[in-house]
């Protein structure tokens, strides 16, 4: 997945970089930033993570995003 269709992904979930980051359990926005610009590509199961989100009817995604976001809480 390249960088665009990364951030595209990302604008149409309504997060932000740093809410990305942290559903994703990256230590900062810098490596969202780093994958929408090309820098850094984002590993097979962000891809994954990324595709499902995307995929899923809306109800399901704001579902799974919340179990992301509090598993990462811990």
């Not at 960088?3 to 740093?18: A, D, T, Y």
């Not at 090309?38 to 995307?54: D, E, H, Q, Y």
Request: proline share 3%; with cysteine; net charge positive.
């Amino acid at each position: 997945m390249n960088g665009k269709r990364f951030k595209q992904i990302r604008e149409n979930l309504g997060l932000s970089q740093e809410q990305l980051a942290h559903m994703l359990g990256f230590s900062s926005k810098q490596a969202v930033s780093n994958i929408e610009t090309g820098f850094r590509n984002p590993s097979n199961l962000v891809t994954a993570v990324m595709l499902i989100l995307k995929e899923l009817p809306k109800k399901r995604s704001l579902e799974l995003q919340t179990l992301l976001f509090e598993f990462c809480k811990q």
